[in-house]
């Protein structure tokens, strides 16, 4: 099953998309058809996981991604060590390389990793030998959370191919603004990156398929989704910002920003909110919104990322 087939090679690790090709990526998407099958029936479960040993390494808070990975290795089977840095002796000071030391030796099938530190789950993988699902290091890479993006928006539309996806706000701390422009271009969408100067770093105008603008309206004009960030001020060291009533009067995704979208244009946010600064109420919670189905859908990708990456592993 590690064979190279007409998807190419399957990768040992999900930490980031430069090994996977567009055929692996839609596999993974048709796949969480099917486990979604599974979350609709009374008994969630498959044994697909089953004698396998799953560690949730969550070295940075979470909500979403830890619960939803923990229960998704669940639904599989699988036997679930979470581990959360802030209740652990890395608050004592403990290195991530000793504390690696000590998950090893419970012979953990794989990690699921977030860390602040930028190539923090790249570190395990090469460590622990074993597979690592990136699940956020620094503003470097989210990976599950643009799949669920690309699944939620391909839900909508039925494909990603020619959709125009607009992501506003914070991009220079997002991770997921950087997954998503990593992905949906891969999957024949365009993404657009908006937000004030000082939030958006012009590199990221060499990514294929991505393109730059301050302008907000521009970015939304004729958007199939529209994605809000979340201002990440614990990564915040400078003035980035005149002040948050500027910040929110220009780029708000709001009912008003909205009109400028493809009409129906759904609105996704990766959680969690700040409501009325980068995103307001009425769109979060208006009929547009794809907020909750993005919650519901991780579940759905991170079971299948799981089976993609263990099942018929030796
Ligand atoms: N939950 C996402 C992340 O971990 C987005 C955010 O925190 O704003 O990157």
């Known amino acids: 099953m590690n064979a190279p087939t007409s998807m190419g090679a399957r990768p040992p690790h999900l930490l980031d998309f430069q090994d996977w090709t567009p055929e692996r990526l839609h596999a993974i998407l048709d796949n969480a058809d099917t486990m979604l099958q599974v979350l609709d029936r009374p008994v969630k479960k498959v044994p697909a996981l089953q004698g396998l040993t799953v560690c949730n390494a969550f070295f940075e808070n979470s909500t979403r991604t830890r619960t939803s990975f923990e229960l998704a290795a669940r639904r599989m089977s699988a036997d679930v060590l979470t581990f959360a840095a802030g209740a652990s002796s890395v608050s004592k000071g403990e290195s991530l390389r000793d504390t690696l030391e000590v998950l090893t030796s419970y012979k953990v099938d794989a990690y699921i990793v977030r860390h602040h530190a930028a190539g923090a789950a790249h570190l395990v993988a090469r460590y622990s030998g074993k597979p690592v699902i990136n699940a956020g290091d620094g503003r470097r890479a989210h990976p599950t959370q643009a799949l669920l993006d690309a699944y939620t928006i391909r839900q909508e539309y039925g494909?990603?191919?020619?959709?125009?996806?607009?992501?506003?706000?914070?991009?220079?701390?997002?991770?997921?603004?950087?997954?998503?422009?990593?992905?949906?271009p891969k999957l024949g969408a365009q993404v657009v990156l908006c937000g004030p100067a000082t939030l958006l770093p012009p590199g990221l105008a060499q990514m294929p398929g991505v393109t730059l603008t301050t302008d907000p309206k521009e970015a939304v004009r004729g958007a199939h989704a529209v994605m809000a960030l979340r201002l990440q001020r614990e990564r915040m060291s400078g003035g980035f910002l005149g002040s948050l009533q500027e910040y929110a009067d220009t780029y708000q995704v709001n009912d008003t920003l909205l009109k400028e979208a493809e009409s129906g244009a759904i609105v996704l946010h990766p959680g969690p909110m700040n409501r009325d600064l980068e995103i307001s109420s009425d769109a979060a919670d208006g009929p547009q919104s794809r907020i909750l189905k993005q919650v519901e859908n991780g579940q759905a990708i991170r079971m299948s990322v799981l089976y993609h990456l263990l099942v018929g592993r030796n």
């Open 159 to 184: 494909s990603l191919e020619g959709k125009k996806v607009a992501i506003l706000g914070d991009v220079r701390h997002s991770r997921v603004a950087r997954s998503n422009a990593e992905l949906l």
